[in-house]
């Protein structure tokens, strides 16, 4: 029996190596298109690419099970000038020359996923956010986001495509979790902000096994990649102290939490928002969540 690959751009940072090591586990031959050097590694091939230009690079996609483009700089700096360009082009930039090369492929991929972001969502304390009735904004990151689905979604496409609004990926080797399970371990584990805004959040393994359903299940346009139940900020964090057995956690306040993004290079809004986002098309399509409470995931990544 033949093994499908699976092509992963950008595929080198805290989601491509979840990925990676979840389809290797399911036998399945995976290619990562990145920046360095080509190799392989531990079974995984890695080819050269600049998620700018195309080149010899696009040959892996021929054939293709399926491609995930998780492409695009870090929301975790400042937004000044320079870096909101570099969020945007590299966003579009690497999703409009992944849409060229398929475009040219004599055996396309099947089907091309392309990270997005629940952040195109407004900040909601009263509003649950489904694919169909949620409500999106104007602001510098919902303006991205909106931006980044659009150069998605251009043109006529022979292959299935799907766009990923994924929140936060709780997982111990990368991401938001560690830098929060560190300031609970140094007693800031209290609410952040008011506290009332609410954090969407998904378990790595539950995000995996989503990629992998929405491929199986032939799923198009855009999906929510979040667990069921967002939950408030100050219980998210109360539950990760019971987790930790920490017993209480100073809370951070507006004014100290600006004054600390400054120091460290960041944006409040990364905190403060609140992303109130439900997984409504992968429940109705029968998607079951390993990890459907956050007590569960917890438990997982603190034990």
């Known amino acids: 029996m033949e093994t499908k690959k699976v092509v992963i751009a950008a595929g080198t940072g805290f989601l491509g190596r979840v990925l990676c090591r979840y389809f290797v586990t399911k036998g399945y031959g995976v290619t990562v298109l990145t920046r360095g050097a080509a190799r ?5 091939d890695y080819v050269t ?4 230009t195309r080149g010899k ?3 892996v996609l021929e054939g293709a099970f399926f491609v995930i483009n998780l492409a695009g700089k870090s929301v975790d700096c400042r937004y000044d ?3 909101r360009k570099e969020i945007l082009a590299s966003r579009i930039d ?5 849409g060229a090369a398929i475009r040219d492929c004599k055996q396309p991929p099947r089907h091309w996923l392309n990270a997005a972001t629940a952040t195109i969502y407004r900040h909601s304390e009263d509003k649950r956010m489904d694919e169909v009735t949620g409500e999106t904004g104007d602001d510098f990151s919902m303006g991205v986001a909106k931006a980044w689905e659009a150069a998605f979604f251009e043109g006529p496409l022979g292959t299935k495509r799907t766009a990923l609004r994924t929140s936060i990926v709780l997982g111990n080797g990368g991401g938001a979790f560690p830098a929060i399970r560190n300031l609970v371990r140094m007693g800031f584990g209290g609410r952040q902000g008011s506290g009332r805004q609410f954090i969407s959040w998904i378990h790595e393994q539950d995000f995996a096994r989503a990629v992998l359903f929405i491929v199986e299940s032939g799923m198009e346009g855009v999906v929510n990649i ?3 139940e967002p939950v408030r900020n100050t219980d998210f964090m109360r539950m990760l102290r019971t987790a930790m057995r920490m ?3 100073l809370r951070l306040s507006r004014k100290l939490l600006e004054w600390g993004a400054k120091l460290i290079g960041t944006e409040t809004e990364l905190v403060l928002k609140s992303r109130n986002v439900v997984p409504a098309r992968l429940q109705e399509a029968g998607f079951h969540f390993q990890y459907g409470s956050l007590t569960a ?4 990544l603190t034990q």
């Open 81 to 83: 000038e320079r870096n």
């Open 247 to 249: 017993p209480a956690g």
């Open 40 to 44: 392989t590694e531990n079974g995984i």
């Open 226 to 228: 979040v667990a069921p």
């Open 94 to 98: 690497s999703t409009k020359v992944l």
């Open 297 to 300: 995931a917890f438990q997982q």
């Open 49 to 52: 690419w600049d998620a700018r």
């Open 57 to 59: 690079w696009e040959e």
